[in-house]
């Protein structure tokens, strides 16, 4: 019998534009945070098991707060997996000043040891929606190529904050929905209803540094780091992994990003990844001041699509 797909979920990252611990901020009607919601929607999808990707100084907070009662729960399996900037190959040296993760492909690497069976990636402070863990979970458990990969694509503006810049991946997809590049923006913003792409191009005469904006369509499919991986990314990761390190071990801010890895593949032609477009709207704290937004959100969620008793117990 085929295993039933994994939920990791991406949780070792300190907010730095949010500022403090935001996984764990009570954001719905019972004091909910953002992870219930979605362990809950990966539980009805028929997800089996949620590995936390944490650093090992929350393991504690993490177990109280959530782990515990997940735990408990019916027909789910928990695990830790602690993302350590210590865990790179004996032939590399931690430079002594690198305090930053080395990033999400890292963080998803550091769960080799605990995943043989598909799995879906997200991060622990987005809300993704009540559809998007059934489609994505029906996609990973009728794959059969173990170079089948898939991710969920958002419409560009369900995805913007009204209270500042956002980065997205903007997705260029062929005629069957397969990825064919995923092109990261760091600075979105909506601006009198109309959303564009602030970049700063160094003039080549002047060597100043003046702003380029380029208006993007509203529909344009993004990345929001829900991917659906088979094992065979494992093997993947540690290849690109020291790809990285080879040349970027002395950048201390640099990070092994995911989609990098799935970039590469695709150009070789070694993977695809199958687009599965979505029309539900993404919910996330990148600001202190979206929590508000969120909470509302979710709560008018409660009772018509989550129950009105607190939803993981």
């Given at each position: 019998m085929k295993?039933?797909p994994?939920?990791?979920?991406?949780?070792?990252g300190?907010?730095s534009?949010?500022?403090?611990l935001k996984?764990?901020?009570p954001v719905g009607?019972n004091?909910?945070?953002i992870m219930?919601?979605s362990?809950y929607?990966?539980?009805?999808?028929?997800f089996?098991?949620?590995?936390?990707?944490i650093k090992?100084?929350?393991?504690?907070?993490?177990?109280?707060?959530?782990?515990d009662?997940?735990s408990k729960l019916?027909?789910?399996e928990?695990?830790?997996?602690f993302?350590n900037?210590?865990?790179?190959?004996?032939?590399?040296k931690?430079?002594k000043?690198?305090i930053?993760?080395?990033g999400?492909g890292h963080a998803?690497?550091?769960?080799?040891d605990?995943?043989d069976?598909?799995f879906?990636v997200i991060n622990a402070d987005?809300?993704?929606g009540?559809t998007?863990?059934?489609?994505?979970?029906?996609?990973?458990?009728?794959?059969?190529?173990?170079y089948g990969?898939?991710?969920v694509?958002?419409?560009l503006?369900?995805?913007i904050?009204?209270?500042?810049?956002v980065?997205r991946?903007i997705c260029?997809l062929d005629?069957?929905?397969?990825?064919i590049?995923v092109?990261?923006?760091?600075k979105?913003?909506?601006v009198?209803?109309t959303?564009?792409?602030?970049e700063?191009r160094?003039?080549?005469?002047s060597g100043i540094?003046?702003?380029?904006?380029?208006?993007?369509?509203?529909?344009?499919p993004?990345?929001?780091?829900?991917?659906?991986?088979?094992?065979?990314i494992f093997?993947e990761?540690e290849?690109?992994?020291e790809?990285?390190l080879?040349?970027?071990?002395?950048e201390?801010?640099?990070?092994?990003y995911?989609?990098?890895?799935?970039d590469?593949l695709?150009?070789s032609?070694?993977?695809?990844?199958?687009v599965?477009?979505t029309v539900?709207k993404?919910?996330?704290?990148?600001?202190?001041?979206d929590?508000?937004d969120v909470?509302?959100?979710?709560?008018?969620?409660?009772?018509?699509v989550y129950?009105?008793r607190y939803?993981?117990s």
């Amino acid at each position: 019998m085929k295993k039933r797909p994994t939920l990791v979920i991406m949780a070792a990252g300190m907010g730095s534009r949010y500022g403090g611990l935001k996984q764990i901020d009570p954001v719905g009607l019972n004091g909910e945070i953002i992870m219930d919601y979605s362990i809950y929607d990966a539980r009805l999808a028929g997800f089996g098991k949620v590995v936390f990707v944490i650093k090992e100084e929350f393991y504690d907070i993490f177990k109280e707060k959530i782990g515990d009662r997940i735990s408990k729960l019916e027909n789910i399996e928990v695990k830790y997996v602690f993302q350590n900037i210590k865990s790179i190959p004996n032939k590399y040296k931690l430079p002594k000043d690198r305090i930053k993760p080395w990033g999400t492909g890292h963080a998803v690497l550091s769960c080799k040891d605990v995943i043989d069976e598909p799995f879906v990636v997200i991060n622990a402070d987005d809300f993704y929606g009540s559809t998007t863990f059934k489609l994505i979970y029906d996609e990973l458990i009728n794959q059969t190529d173990e170079y089948g990969y898939s991710m969920v694509g958002f419409q560009l503006d369900k995805t913007i904050s009204k209270n500042g810049s956002v980065a997205r991946g903007i997705c260029t997809l062929d005629k069957e929905n397969h990825l064919i590049t995923v092109e990261e923006k760091t600075k979105i913003e909506e601006v009198s209803g109309t959303i564009y792409s602030f970049e700063d191009r160094q003039d080549s005469i002047s060597g100043i540094a003046e702003p380029l904006k380029i208006e993007l369509e509203r529909n344009i499919p993004v990345s929001m780091n829900i991917w659906g991986f088979m094992p065979s990314i494992f093997k993947e990761l540690e290849l690109g992994f020291e790809k990285f390190l080879d040349e970027n071990i002395g950048e201390l801010k640099s990070e092994f990003y995911i989609p990098s890895v799935v970039d590469d593949l695709i150009k070789s032609k070694k993977a695809t990844v199958k687009v599965i477009k979505t029309v539900e709207k993404w919910y996330g704290v990148t600001y202190q001041q979206d929590k508000e937004d969120v909470s509302k959100a979710l709560q008018s969620m409660t009772p018509n699509v989550y129950p009105d008793r607190y939803i993981n117990s």
